[in-house]
Nanobody, 120 residues
Framework: QVQLVESGGGLAQPGGSLRLSCAASGFSFSRYTMRWYRQAPGKERELVATITSSGGSIDYADSVKGRFTISRDNAKNTAYLQMNSLKPDDTAVYYC?????????????WGQGTQVTVSS
């Protein structure tokens, strides 16, 4: 059974930090590109960060460049999103996503989301 389980969300003050984790199981994690998305109330889901299967290529949304860092540990089947210098606009539900191919069929998996609230 495929599972992506996010953790690490919560309440942070502006300027603070949080580290999100995404624990994967049930598929070949090391072969999948991992992404973090977020969705704020009343807004569309936004791609925040991407890391390829080996970690060799990383990309960020302009809104988080220089503040967020995506990483992965293929030995632990876990992806991370380190969020620093948080702003109220970062408030959203954060989702991890795994995309890859199994037996030549595209697979797209999602976690249940974790709430991040940035407020004083």
């Amino acid at each position: 059974q495929v599972q992506l389980v996010e953790s690490g969300g919560g309440l942070a003050q502006p300027g603070g930090s949080l580290r999100l984790s995404c624990a994967a199981s049930g598929f070949s994690f090391s072969r999948y590109t991992m992404r973090w998305y977020r969705q704020a109330p009343g807004k569309e889901r936004e791609l925040v960060a991407t890391i390829t299967s080996s970690g060799g290529s990383i990309d960020y949304a302009d809104s988080v460049k220089g503040r967020f860092t995506i990483s992965r540990d293929n030995a632990k089947n876990t992806a991370y999103l380190q969020m620093n210098s948080l702003k109220p606009d970062d408030t959203a539900v954060y989702y991890c996503n795994a995309f890859g191919y199994s037996f030549a069929v595209a697979r797209d998996y999602w976690g249940q989301g974790t709430q991040v609230t940035v407020s004083s």
